[in-house]
């Protein structure tokens, strides 16, 4: 069985940074793309940031110059370090991982969500 983990969100002012964590555990083998998403109050989730298993990364256009995602696969962990936060920044955020499993199966998962408020 496989369980993500998220950490790291919290209140935070205008002009501020956090730092999310999101570690996967249980039967895997290797970790493909990972992503995060945020669900905004009111809001469908979408895709803020993703990092392919070579590091390539790709950014929302909102977000861009201001937030980084990395990872550590010896770990199986990712990160985003989020810089000069926002109102608008304000949300649910999401981990989501393609896991290949040690019984040799593909699986899309997801974290249970660590909440965001930048507000002053």
């Known amino acids: 069985q496989v369980q993500l983990v998220e950490s790291g969100g919290g209140l935070v002012q205008p002009g501020g940074s956090l730092r999310l964590s999101c570690t996967a555990s249980?039967?895997?083998?290797?970790?493909?793309?990972m992503n995060w998403y945020r669900q905004a109050p009111g809001k469908e989730r979408d895709l803020v940031a993703q990092?392919?298993?070579?590091?390539?990364?790709n950014y929302v256009d909102s977000v861009k110059g201001r937030f980084t995602i990395s990872r550590d696969n010896a770990k199986t962990t990712m990160y985003l370090q989020m810089n000069s936060l926002k109102p608008e920044d304000t949300a649910v955020y999401y981990c989501?991982?393609?896991?290949?499993?040690?019984?040799?199966?593909?699986?899309?998962?997801w974290g249970q969500g660590t909440e965001v408020t930048v507000s002053s």
């Open positions: 989501n991982m393609i896991l290949v499993t040690r019984f040799g199966t593909f699986g899309n998962y």
């Open positions: 249980g039967n895997i083998y290797s970790a493909r793309g």
């Open positions: 990092i392919t298993d070579g590091g390539r990364t």
